[in-house]
């Protein structure tokens, strides 16, 4: 059973899933950073508060968040088709993959940069830097031990939620696990997809908690 077709099966299934976490955590991004920090910006408590903008942004991501990615992968099908002209592959799934994520990416920022201590933040205001300035100078470089950190935090979500794109024929090692592990009952190649999945884990897990650690001035 584990010939060479079936190594080469699990090490293209690992290689289909570090293509859709990456790639779904970069677009995620792309889109979550900026709302992170137009919510920590038009807070009640920000450096340029705006209330009713707050708030239509705040139900906009908390009812993206709302949805379990089961549902939205289904859901976003006729768009994902329209956008790419299939519905299958790993490339299809970093559609709903980057839907599902951006807005808890937005979150993740939020919190990171409400970290910053309040008075750095003052200080700058009182030095005359503008809103731009204080979150590129002051906001995003203070917060990155915790960017860092959540980013990780981010990326094992996102592995977590490709392992159920197998479901609809997105690939990666949730896919192997279904079709062997589940489907035709060959509870090794389960195990081993498992396996994986834990290893690519830890190592993002540890990667981002050694980055956070060495850019975190307070050590």
Request: aromatic fraction near 8%; proline fraction near 5%; hydrophobic fraction near 55%.
């Given at each position: 059973?584990?010939?060479?077709?079936?190594?080469?099966?699990?090490l293209?299934g690992?290689?289909e899933?570090l293509?859709?976490?990456?790639g779904?955590t970069?677009?995620a991004?792309?889109i979550?950073l900026?709302?992170?920090v137009?919510?920590v910006?038009w807070?009640?408590?920000g450096?340029?508060?705006h209330p009713?903008?707050y708030?239509?942004?705040?139900?906009?991501v908390?009812?993206?968040r709302s949805?379990?990615f089961?549902?939205?992968l289904?859901?976003?099908?006729?768009f994902?088709?329209?956008?790419?002209?299939?519905?299958l592959?790993p490339?299809?799934?970093?559609v709903?993959?980057?839907?599902?994520a951006a807005?808890?990416?937005?979150?993740?920022?939020e919190?990171?940069?409400?970290?910053v201590d309040v008075?750095?933040?003052?200080?700058?205001q009182?030095?005359?830097?503008?809103?731009l300035?204080?979150?590129?100078?002051v906001?995003l470089p203070?917060?990155r031990?915790?960017?860092?950190l959540n980013c990780?935090?981010?990326?094992?979500?996102i592995?977590g939620?490709t392992?159920?794109?197998g479901?609809?024929?997105?690939?990666?090692?949730?896919?192997i696990a279904?079709?062997f592990g589940y489907y035709?009952?060959e509870?090794d190649?389960?195990?081993?997809?498992?396996?994986l999945?834990?290893v690519?884990?830890?190592?993002?897990?540890g990667l981002?908690?050694?980055?956070?650690?060495?850019l975190d001035?307070r050590k």
């Amino acid at each position: 059973m584990w010939d060479e077709s079936t190594l080469q099966m699990l090490l293209q299934g690992v290689g289909e899933t570090l293509y859709m976490t990456l790639g779904s955590t970069l677009f995620a991004y792309i889109i979550g950073l900026p709302l992170g920090v137009l919510l920590v910006m038009w807070a009640a408590d920000g450096i340029r508060p705006h209330p009713v903008l707050y708030k239509i942004l705040d139900v906009i991501v908390n009812l993206t968040r709302s949805f379990p990615f089961i549902i939205l992968l289904i859901a976003v099908l006729p768009f994902t088709r329209w956008l790419l002209g299939t519905t299958l592959g790993p490339t299809a799934v970093i559609v709903p993959l980057t839907i599902s994520a951006a807005p808890f990416v937005a979150r993740l920022v939020e919190g990171s940069l409400k970290e910053v201590d309040v008075g750095v933040i003052e200080a700058s205001q009182s030095m005359g830097a503008s809103a731009l300035q204080i979150i590129w100078k002051v906001l995003l470089p203070e917060a990155r031990p915790s960017l860092i950190l959540n980013c990780a935090i981010a990326i094992t979500t996102i592995l977590g939620y490709t392992a159920m794109a197998g479901f609809v024929g997105g690939g990666g090692l949730g896919d192997i696990a279904i079709r062997f592990g589940y489907y035709r009952r060959e509870e090794d190649i389960m195990l081993v997809t498992v396996v994986l999945l834990i290893v690519v884990v830890q190592v993002f897990q540890g990667l981002g908690l050694w980055i956070a650690r060495r850019l975190d001035r307070r050590k």
